[in-house]
């Protein structure tokens, strides 16, 4: 039998079944570690326990860390609405258990009042609950309070961004000239409008502001092609356009990109979520992570993904709004022409009727007579359209406000998540 009728069974579809941990755990022994955007502001987001264990993560794969210089460009401008984006939801979230702290009392008070309990009794009815309420209260505003980065203080000295320099200088990607950006952001736009993953999805939402994750990977690709070593990328983005879904499950990186991968730079590609890293990297080097640490991890990236499903809202009730907004306008055409129209037919009618009654032959009076008849009935019939076209408009301007009023508050919770641009 020839050589090309003895092909294997599986080299070459390792796209579509997922990574077993061994795989894993050899990829980050093994691979070039290119950490994403989001795996750099994540420090940000992690209280000084969990960021110094990932810090030492970091530490000892340093050697083999890159940072393309698309990623270092979004960190440095993105640091403080990360941490800003933190703090907001801590404090939301302290808010809100304090609001439901309360109306648990209020519930419990006026329960006890429907009883007709007297004043005393109240007191104890209540008193085993608020004792376990204030402990509450007083656990989360510590928590609150015991976070030790703020805004203010990044702004002119960053522990973080220090620690990161030191452990990272030399390993990101050079800057380039204005002519090879212009290079790669239009390749990435042809990409983006050919669905080429990665990068598709940012770019059919935002246009040319969306190729940044594009431009990382034509970074990664170049950096590969030198280094000749497996790329590990990590990267909390899981979106579609790098991540293969199927049946609902995250089945590994697109088939697409391992193979544009090994076609460009003969190596490897693996993709991994910063969770994912932290819960395996204890068992390839001697670190320790705790379960907390891995947690913090994993509640970032719910955070990120949150916010990444209200962009995805409040893009989705963009469109409609350009959908109401042509709705309206061509009402608003409708309307003008019927009232044209309006006005056209009470003419005809006036000049009608002065024939109708001043006319010089009795047969000209029958005609305008009868012809005011139609017309009548035509200006009935008008008069209909007009009236259903007011109440569409009318319900169409009710839809738009509730729309803009719902658009709103998507983007006032985006913006308490410290934007689009913190992810």
Request: charged share 30%; aromatic share 6%.
């Amino acid at each position: 039998m020839s050589d090309n009728l003895r092909g294997s069974f599986v080299d070459g579809y390792e796209g579509y079944w997922r990574r077993s941990a061994s795989s894993v755990e050899d990829a980050i022994s093994s691979s070039s570690i290119i950490l994403d955007t989001n795996a750099l502001l994540g420090l940000y987001r992690m209280d000084s326990v969990a960021r110094g264990e990932y810090l030492n993560v970091l530490q000892n794969l340093a050697p083999r860390i890159w940072v393309p210089r698309q990623v270092l460009d979004e960190f440095h401008k993105n640091r403080l609405s990360a941490l800003d984006s933190h703090m907001n939801a801590l404090t939301e979230k302290s808010q809100a258990v304090e609001g439901a702290v309360n109306e648990l009392e209020n519930k419990l008070r006026d329960f006890a009042k429907l009883r007709s309990l007297s004043g005393r009794q109240v007191a104890d009815y209540m008193r085993p609950l608020q004792e376990l309420t204030s402990e509450i209260s007083r656990r989360v505003e510590v928590d609150v309070k015991s976070f030790d980065l703020s805004a203010g203080q990044l702004a002119s000295s960053d522990p973080i961004l220090e620690r990161l320099s030191a452990l990272l200088d030399g390993r990101v990607g050079d800057k380039v000239n204005l002519e090879e950006i212009e290079r790669r952001k239009a390749l990435a736009v042809h990409r983006g409008s050919q669905e080429v993953p990665p990068g598709y999805k940012d770019y059919k939402k935002r246009g040319d502001d969306g190729v940044g994750d594009c431009l990382i990977w034509l970074e990664i690709l170049d950096y590969a092609k030198v280094e000749k070593r497996p790329i590990l990328f990590v990267s909390s983005d899981t979106k579609e356009d790098w991540m293969r879904y199927q049946c609902g499950l995250v089945i590994g990186p697109r088939p697409e990109l391992i193979e544009e991968m090994r076609q460009v730079a003969g190596v490897e590609y693996h993709h991994v979520t910063l969770p994912e890293l932290l819960s395996r990297v204890g068992a390839v080097l001697m670190v320790s992570v705790s379960q907390e640490t891995i947690d913090q991890a994993k509640h970032v990236q719910e955070h990120e993904e949150r916010t990444t499903q209200l962009i995805n809202q409040r893009n989705t009730l963009a469109e409609e709004g350009v959908r109401i907004s042509r709705e309206i306008g061509a009402g608003e055409e409708e309307r003008a022409f019927l009232l044209h129209e309006s006005e056209w037919l009470m003419r005809r009618q006036r000049e009608l009727a002065h024939v109708a009654s001043s006319g010089k032959l009795k047969a000209e009076r029958v005609v305008a007579r009868g012809q005011l008849l139609e017309l009548a009935e035509e200006a009935a019939r008008l008069e209909q359209k007009r009236a259903h076209q007011d109440r569409s408009m009318q319900a169409l301007f009710e839809k738009q406000k509730a729309h803009i009023a719902s658009l709103r508050t998507i983007e006032e919770k985006i913006i308490r998540r410290g934007g689009e641009e913190a992810l």
